[in-house]
């Protein structure tokens, strides 16, 4: 079994007033189009972790999530389509959604676990799977640094340089890993991540830890919109504005975050007059299923 998907993700721009009057360029990398489930820093994420699990004869991966996790989906399909038993462990009480849907029809095998338990991991595991000789843990999110190695390929793909990349931040796996292939290929461009969570600025430690090399990035934490997963009316209504002029689907999680700031740092005269700006589309807009009330 080789793991490896062929795909595309092309880099396109987008026309849109506010930019062309500050002489700004914006593009998207759309990784949104690598698969339709296994989308995004997800596929990237999973790659080496995948073919680490093979190369150790493990058949059976087990991975973390909440209720809406793209992480739990994208793992789901991936080990569907290369042949992995796959077993999902859910923090908070028994519910179901559509995420959790298509991960059993995937196959997934989902345990529910109480948030106290959930918070140790690795404890879980060893619980559930400590005899389990076949079985492989992956962390929540995707998180490790196999995960950065295969994000930062992502750098490698572009054709041209630009001055400021920016992706929405969870972990900070994904911001590593751009980071890293970044300072790989020894290019100028400045890095900003987009903390979707409150108090984002813990994230430095965790991205600091995974960078090959120390860098300097800029992390904007006053858009998380309340915290994961809150929203409000002005992202809505931007989310609802940029997906029916571009075309390009956007969830309020991640990259609905990660692009209205984008917008509103432009607004706020935050880049220089033909600066090349790139936005990350990390896929996850399943995660719009779990958001239909708020639109
Ligand atoms: C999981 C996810 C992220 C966060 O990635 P991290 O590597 O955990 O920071 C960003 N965007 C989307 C769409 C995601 O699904």
Same mark, same amino acid.
């Given at each position: 079994?080789?793991?490896? *998907? ?26 949104? *189009? ?8 997800? +596929?990237?994420?999973? &790659?080496?972790?995948?073919?680490? #699990? ?40 028994? !519910? ?27 404890? *879980? ?9 076949? #079985? ?15 994000? /930062? ?29 970044? /300072? ?45 997963? &809150? ?48 936005? !990350?589309?990390?896929?996850?807009? +399943? ?9």
């Amino acid at each position: 079994m080789q793991i490896d *998907l062929e795909f595309y993700s092309p880099v396109q721009q987008i026309h849109e007033k506010l930019f062309d009057e500050q002489g700004l360029k914006l593009f998207i990398k759309r990784d949104d *189009l690598i698969d339709p489930i296994i989308s995004g820093n997800k +596929w990237r994420k999973l &790659k080496y972790v995948l073919r680490d #699990a093979l190369s150790q004869n493990k058949t059976h991966l087990v991975t973390f999530g909440g209720a809406y996790s793209n992480h739990l989906l994208a793992t789901a399909a991936a080990a569907a389509k290369f042949g992995f038993k796959a077993t999902g462990i859910v923090r908070g009480e028994v !519910v179901n959604n559509d995420t959790l849907f298509l991960c059993r029809l995937y196959g997934m095998n989902l345990l529910f676990t109480d948030r106290e338990s959930y918070r140790d991991k690795p404890a *879980l595991f060893t619980q559930y799977f400590g005899n389990d000789a076949d #079985a492989y843990f992956i962390d929540e999110g995707g998180a490790s640094v196999l995960g950065t190695q295969g994000v /930062s390929e992502l750098i490698g793909e572009l054709a041209e340089t630009y001055d400021h990349i920016f992706s929405a931040c969870g972990t900070g796996t994904t911001a590593a890993g751009i980071i890293n292939g970044i /300072s790989d290929a020894k290019l100028s461009t400045y890095f900003h991540g987009v903390p979707v969570l409150k108090n984002g600025e813990f994230l430095r430690t965790d991205i600091d830890a995974y960078l090959n090399n120390p860098a300097e990035y800029d992390l904007h934490t006053d858009y998380h919109f309340g915290g994961y997963a &809150k929203t409000n009316e002005a992202l809505i209504s931007f989310i609802k504005n940029f997906t029916s002029s571009t075309g390009i689907l956007v969830d309020p999680v991640y990259t609905g975050k990660m692009l209205y700031a984008i917008y509103d740092l432009a607004g706020k005269n935050h880049f220089k007059p033909g600066d090349k700006i790139l936005a !990350v589309h990390t896929g996850g807009i +399943w995660g719009l299923l779990g958001m239909k009330e708020k639109f």
